[in-house]
């Protein structure tokens, strides 16, 4: 896989620059823009080939690449794609409605075999594959209502079906495990889904990441940080990061090959968690990123980082020993809507609501609560009033 790196020329000039204000070093970050791959703005899943190709699932189709170019595979229903898993020579995707294999024809090019449509599946109306692993010949398709499980060597098909919200599946040594919302945490064991821990934080909060370590099962949620398993008792992981994870929100993550963690966050780009817990160094948009908002993290073969955008693609050689420093400055998100109130200029970012004095030269100051997506601000009856997009209806704090 052919790495991109940034010119000493660069490195130089941003070196100056450093001189003379306040930097930090960080690591080459290769970013990929829609004109550069050719698909749409989100990127939601991440996986790569035996020949090292990397795929991802992006919002106009599968995207592939091969180290120097990108090919676009569209959608089959013209929806988003949605999750990617690479098998030996197949390439597994899951999107609305359908979810199936890729495989290369004689001259090269990827066809899609549809599994729902060979097996007669009937999908809900309103199904997405969000997530797919696999375990011992066996590919398993999770939708926010059920799990299909596919065997890839007789092609049969089952199928577990939820009773709340199926939010994540995993794969931890050796162990499929999945959340329900409505009852926790299970694992699925001789075929069959079993009861693992019914504590509340599994019925309040997302799970974003279950992985092994000093023999136990680790589980990260959205908004609470990290606990881990002790004779099926769910506890907290108690470590210094926890003064970062504390205000927020994960959107996805990695446990990466030497035990460290990789998180993407909502509006704070990636962090990065060492082995006993501590935050060893931190990414966003003002130390080289293009876009605060991970929606995907995946580790490649030669252990760099790749970060599926809100908008675009990141490439971050993080075991380099050359080392970039930039220049923090404020940053506000992409701004969608503005409006002057009572004295006070607002702006509606994907980042959150923020504000300052009308005219002034102080900077923005982020409205509490507002972190996220703002659609649309308006002034009804002398009361200014925010069109945002709410996360999670459970944090009253």
């Not at 091969?66 to 098998?87: A, E, F, H, Q």
């Not at 136990?216 to 881990?228: C, E, S, V």
């Not at 400055?329 to 503005?338: A, H, P, Q, V, W």
Request: charged share 20%; net charge positive.
């Amino acid at each position: 896989m052919k790495k991109h790196l940034h010119t000493i020329n660069i490195l130089f000039v941003l070196f100056i620059t450093a001189l003379n204000c306040y930097a930090q070093e960080v690591p080459p970050v290769s970013v990929f823009n829609t004109e550069d791959y050719g698909g749409g703005n989100q990127n939601w899943s991440i996986s790569q080939a035996t020949n090292k190709y990397i795929y991802i699932a992006n919002n106009k189709g599968l995207l592939e690449y091969n180290g120097g170019k990108w090919s676009l595979y569209p959608t089959p229903n013209g929806t988003i794609m949605r999750s990617v898993k690479c098998i030996k020579n197949q390439i597994f995707t899951g999107f609305f409605r359908d979810f199936g294999f890729w495989e290369k024809d004689e001259y090269g090019f990827l066809e899609f075999t549809s599994i729902v449509a060979q097996k007669g599946i009937k999908m809900f109306e309103d199904e997405q594959i969000w997530e797919i692993i696999e375990l011992d010949g066996w590919v398993l398709f999770k939708s926010l209502q059920r799990i299909h499980l596919y065997n890839l060597k007789n092609k049969t098909l089952k199928t577990f079906e939820g009773t709340g919200v199926l939010t994540k599946i995993s794969k931890a040594n050796g162990v499929v495990y999945f959340q329900d919302l409505e009852k926790g945490l299970f694992k699925i064991e001789n075929g069959k889904p079993l009861l693992v821990s019914e504590d509340p934080i599994l019925k309040r909060f997302t799970l974003k990441e279950i992985f092994y370590k000093n023999e136990k099962i680790f589980l990260l949620t959205d908004q609470r940080g990290f606990y881990f398993l002790e004779n099926n008792k769910l506890k907290k992981w108690e470590i210094p990061a926890n003064a970062y994870l504390k205000n927020k929100t994960i959107y996805s993550a990695e446990f990466l090959s030497d035990g460290t963690m990789a998180l993407g966050t909502i509006s704070n780009g990636v962090a990065y968690i060492t082995d006993s817990g501590e935050l060893s160094s931190q990414l966003n948009q003002n130390l080289g990123l293009s876009n605060n908002t991970i929606l995907s993290v995946f580790e490649d073969f030669d252990k760099n980082i790749w970060l599926g955008l809100d908008n675009g693609i990141n490439l971050v050689n993080y075991t380099s020993p050359l080392k970039i420093f930039i220049n923090q400055k404020d940053f506000l998100g992409t701004i969608y809507t503005s409006v002057i109130y009572d004295g006070f200029l607002y702006l509606g970012t994907n980042q959150g609501l923020f504000y300052k004095k009308q005219n002034s030269k102080q900077p923005f100051t982020l409205i509490k609560k507002t972190q996220g997506q703002v659609w649309s601000l308006k002034v009804i009856d002398d009361t200014l009033f925010c069109g945002h997009e709410c996360r999670n209806f459970y944090n009253k704090e």
